[in-house]
């Protein structure tokens, strides 16, 4: 699986390559050329943001999973365990909400939370091809998935 | 709901044009830092601004300024406004040269005074839009 650093350079590689393009168009005045490289950066950062927040989608359902089973098996309890038990045939019917794992990890009034809540936002406007979609300044979005990639855990 | 679309309409006009007097007072900001030197700067074809939140609130299309930045007939630099309401940060401008790209991001909050982070590599950290960081960038 492509890591999410090589993604990075990756995305990298290609913004580059467009905008170099967009800029010698710009440089020789070839307007319908510039304007073409700039949609293929604007496309550009829509897959690649889909890309990589698949993968942290990814993580998120993979530790979440493990969250869920963990607690079914260590609570004895059963007035502690029967939500999570709930949660844990949900977890099998595959039915939980992407967000409602994310409220297993993070409070929602953090920053995190509404950091992700964004992005889950965004990545459902692509995926489902919305007229408009907002411009993603990935230099931004890929540090801050790098961070959430590395922190996020049920601890 | 008429009034609440209007309310929300003249929001989002306050926005555009808090966005176009930011970009103006960026580009007078770096005609200052270039001023004497062999850089000279241009204004470059006007770029249309359509994004969604003026689609849903039927406003109509307006232009943003660009600038591009020249030395002996050569250009090295062109400023060109990426987006008002970015995923991250409070409006974008891409800084295209020879190399590839580079990306303004005002972090500040809606309304509040520009905060300009220039974002060069992926793995640096982001570096305050300065006269020093915008001539190392010609250089």
């Known amino acids: 699986m492509l890591t999410f650093n090589k993604l990075g350079d990756l995305y990298v590689e290609i913004e580059n390559y467009y905008a170099k393009r967009e800029f010698q168009a710009r440089t020789k005045g070839y307007n319908r050329i510039e304007l073409d490289y ?26 979440t999973d493990q969250l869920i089973k963990n607690k079914c098996e260590s609570t004895s309890n059963w007035k502690k365990r029967r939500s999570w038990e709930v949660l844990n045939i949900q977890r099998e019917k595959k039915t939980i909400h992407f967000m409602n794992r994310v409220s297993l990890l993070i409070e929602n009034n953090n920053n995190l939370y509404q950091l992700l809540a964004s992005y889950h936002k965004q990545r459902n406007i692509i995926a ?16 801050n998935m790098k961070t959430l990639h590395k922190s996020l855990n049920y601890n | 709901m008429k009034n ?11 926005d555009i044009i808090d966005w176009k007097l930011r970009i103006q007072q960026l580009y007078k900001d770096i005609e200052k830092w270039i001023s004497g ?4 700067y241009k ?51 891409d800084l295209l040269h020879k ?24 793995d640096e950290e982001p570096a305050n839009f300065t006269k020093r960081t915008f001539l190392e960038l010609l250089h």
């Open chain 2, 99 to 122: 190399n590839g790209n580079y990306t303004l991001i005002d972090i500040s909050k809606p309304r509040h005074k520009p905060n300009w982070k220039i974002y060069k590599n992926i």
């Open chain 1, 128 to 143: 489902h091809g919305g007229n408009f979609t907002i411009p993603i300044n990935m230099v931004h979005v890929i540090a």
């Open chain 2, 43 to 93: 204004k470059g074809p006007v770029q249309i601004m359509y994004e969604e939140q003026m689609y849903q609130n039927k406003l109509p299309i307006t232009e943003l300024d660009t600038l591009d930045i020249i030395c002996d007939n050569i250009y090295i630099l062109s400023l060109k406004p990426k987006g008002l309401w970015t995923l991250e940060g409070n409006g974008a401008i």
């Open chain 1, 38 to 63: 700039n949609l293929k950066r604007k496309n550009n950062d829509q897959a690649y943001f889909l890309f990589m927040f698949t993968r942290l989608e990814d993580r998120i359902i993979q530790i």
């Open chain 2, 37 to 40: 030197s062999n850089f000279k």
């Open chain 2, 4 to 14: 609440l679309n209007s309310i929300e309409s003249v929001k989002i006009e306050g």
